[in-house]
């Protein structure tokens, strides 16, 4: 059975819908802080899931399309 990494490079696909602010923070290599200032901002859209606040992987998909300064191909 396949096992999921926490510090899931951007390049590569993950099984998950929803990733936590501290999922996303470990993806990008940056602090749940800086996560956190792109919400509170408006720069990045997140669901509540009860209290739980989450971050669609198709948000995050589009503001790395969006953001990325660099082209892998």
Same mark, same amino acid.
């Given at each position: 059975?396949?096992? /999921?990494?926490?510090?899931?490079?951007?390049?590569?696909?993950?099984?998950?819908?929803?990733? %936590? +602010?501290?999922?996303?923070?470990? *993806?990008? !290599? +940056? !602090?749940? *802080? !800086? +996560?956190?200032?792109?919400?509170? %901002?408006?720069?990045?859209? /997140? $669901?509540?899931?009860? *209290?739980? +606040?989450?971050?669609?992987? $198709?948000?995050?998909? *589009?503001?790395?399309?969006?953001?990325?300064? !660099?082209?892998?191909?």
């Amino acid at each position: 059975m396949p096992t /999921t990494n926490a510090t899931t490079p951007a390049t590569q696909p993950t099984n998950k819908t929803f990733l %936590t +602010v501290g999922e996303l923070a470990a *993806r990008w !290599s +940056v !602090s749940k *802080r !800086s +996560v956190e200032r792109l919400i509170r %901002t408006g720069r990045l859209e /997140t $669901t509540k899931i009860g *209290r739980a +606040v989450r971050i669609a992987l $198709t948000e995050v998909l *589009r503001f790395e399309a969006m953001n990325c300064s !660099s082209n892998f191909q």
